[in-house]
């Protein structure tokens, strides 16, 4: 079973700048996506962005285009999202997510087709 661990979320001013880490363990397979998804208070879990494994394809969010950017560490099995320019709109729990096995383009945001989760982690940006 995959296990997923993330870390560095917290408190910062409109403005600033986060980078999570989401470490995996128990990864066998090699064709596969690990993504961020998020969820703010009142509202339904939404993607963020994802990067497939082989080949480092990465999509983004409609909403964090060109502030926030994924990539992975192959040999630490690890997938980091650096959030820039924070807005409090950014203000939510960020979950890491894999997916078992390849999953289409066209279905490579949909939070249905993620198998592992991570614990979450609170990101907060003030105004």
């Known amino acids: 079973q995959v296990q997923l661990v993330e870390s560095g979320g917290g408190l910062v001013q409109a403005g600033d700048s986060l980078r999570l880490s989401c470490a995996a363990s128990?990864?066998?397979?090699?064709?596969?996506?690990m993504g961020w998804f998020r969820q703010a208070p009142g509202k339904e879990r939404e993607f963020v962005a994802t990067?497939?494994?082989?080949?480092?394809?990465?999509y983004y969010a409609d909403s964090v285009k060109g502030r926030f950017t994924i990539s992975r560490d192959n040999a630490k099995n690890t997938v980091y999202l650096q959030m820039n320019s924070l807005e409090p709109e950014d203000t939510a729990v960020y979950y890491c997510?894999?997916?078992?096995?390849?999953?289409?383009?066209?279905?490579?945001?949909?939070?249905?087709?993620?198998?592992?989760w991570g614990q979450g982690t609170q990101v907060t940006v003030s105004s």
């Open positions: 990067i497939r494994w082989s080949g480092g394809t990465t």
């Open positions: 128990g990864r066998t397979s090699s064709d596969y996506a």
């Open positions: 997510a894999a997916t078992e096995g390849y999953v289409a383009t066209m279905r490579i945001s949909r939070s249905d087709r993620y198998d592992y």
